[in-house]
């Protein structure tokens, strides 16, 4: 059965039997749209930060909580990229007017490319930290040995340990539907301002993946940022204050 963990007075989107919890800010175009991490929410430092810097400019804001995360409803478990996209994709729609920056983190730098392909008039531009597109296989799948795959296909999951508190879940599901929204084996035809934050000490996502993911993308204005001694979270005051510049550069483009 689904639970829903909304707080008194919190917002929400209604999707089918889900509901998803979202904040909003008013303000100027272009927007900007944060898109979380696997697990994450939108309670994070780089969210709110985000939040603030974008209402002390003007422009509007946008973050929320996909499906089985944070204060949105239905079991986490029952989540998949495809999923997690329709509602980043529904949010946009239904949720912000005109032009938007995407900012996406780790598994949202995937689900981030995936909105922008489904809508590419709405988006303005792109900033990923530490940006995850194809994890699911290429992190995953790929770093599971041949009896931890054997029981996920069998039981339908399996617990990895986390260094970010309880074990993670990855399920079968998310697995097989992973494969379907595989990004990084083609030309990814996105044509915006794409700009990639990543540390090179990410224990998480190899900092090569975002020279891969710029070699990909179709569009000419692609950059990549290496912070030297950047962790996978890239929320340090210098790490913001790098994110700060990235997104006021686009939304001034």
Same mark, same amino acid.
């Given at each position: 059965?689904?639970?829903?963990?909304?707080?008194?007075?919190?917002?929400?989107?209604?999707?089918?039997?889900?509901?998803?919890?979202?904040?909003?800010?008013?303000?100027?175009?272009?927007?900007?749209?944060?898109?979380?991490?696997?697990?994450?929410?939108?309670?994070?430092?780089?969210?709110?930060?985000?939040?603030?810097?974008?209402?002390?400019?003007?422009?509007?804001?946008?973050?929320?909580?996909?499906?089985?995360?944070?204060?949105?409803?239905?079991?986490?478990?029952?989540?998949?990229?495809?999923?997690?996209?329709?509602?980043?994709?529904?949010?946009?729609?239904?949720?912000?007017?005109?032009?938007?920056?995407?900012?996406?983190?780790?598994?949202?730098?995937?689900?981030?490319?995936?909105?922008?392909?489904?809508?590419?008039?709405?988006?303005?531009?792109?900033? =990923?930290?530490? /940006? *995850?597109? +194809?994890?699911?296989?290429? !992190?995953?799948?790929? %770093?599971?040995?041949?009896?931890? @795959?054997?029981?996920?296909?069998?039981?339908?999951?399996?617990?990895?340990?986390?260094?970010?508190?309880?074990?993670?879940?990855?399920?079968?599901?998310?697995?097989?539907?992973?494969?379907?929204?595989?990004?990084?084996?083609?030309?990814?035809?996105?044509?915006?301002?794409?700009?990639?934050?990543?540390?090179?000490?990410?224990?998480?996502?190899?900092?090569?993946?975002?020279?891969?993911?710029? =070699?990909?993308? /179709? *569009?000419? +204005?692609?950059?990549?940022? !290496?912070?030297?001694? %950047?962790?996978?979270?890239?929320? @340090?005051?210098?790490?913001?204050?790098?994110?700060?510049?990235?997104?006021?550069?686009?939304?001034?483009?």
């Amino acid at each position: 059965m689904s639970t829903d963990r909304r707080k008194a007075g919190e917002n929400t989107l209604i999707r089918g039997d889900v509901t998803i919890a979202f904040n909003r800010t008013a303000g100027r175009s272009p927007g900007v749209v944060f898109l979380g991490g696997y697990k994450s929410d939108m309670t994070g430092t780089k969210a709110t930060e985000l939040e603030r810097f974008c209402r002390e400019r003007g422009h509007a804001f946008l973050r929320f909580d996909y499906r089985g995360h944070g204060a949105s409803s239905g079991r986490f478990e029952d989540g998949t990229i495809g999923a997690w996209a329709e509602d980043a994709i529904d949010a946009i729609d239904r949720l912000t007017e005109g032009p938007q920056v995407l900012v996406g983190s780790s598994m949202g730098g995937w689900i981030m490319l995936l909105a922008a392909l489904a809508r590419p008039q709405r988006v303005h531009g792109l900033v =990923g930290i530490a /940006a *995850a597109p +194809d994890f699911t296989e290429d !992190l995953i799948w790929a %770093g599971l040995d041949e009896a931890r @795959r054997r029981r996920m296909m069998e039981d339908g999951e399996i617990r990895e340990p986390s260094d970010y508190g309880e074990p993670y879940v990855y399920t079968r599901a998310l697995i097989e539907d992973g494969r379907r929204h595989l990004l990084l084996r083609d030309t990814v035809a996105l044509t915006c301002p794409v700009r990639l934050l990543q540390g090179m000490r990410d224990p998480d996502v190899p900092w090569r993946t975002a020279e891969r993911i710029a =070699g990909r993308i /179709a *569009a000419e +204005d692609v950059r990549v940022t !290496l912070v030297k001694d %950047g962790d996978h979270r890239l929320s @340090r005051p210098q790490d913001l204050e790098l994110l700060f510049a990235t997104v006021a550069e686009l939304l001034a483009s």
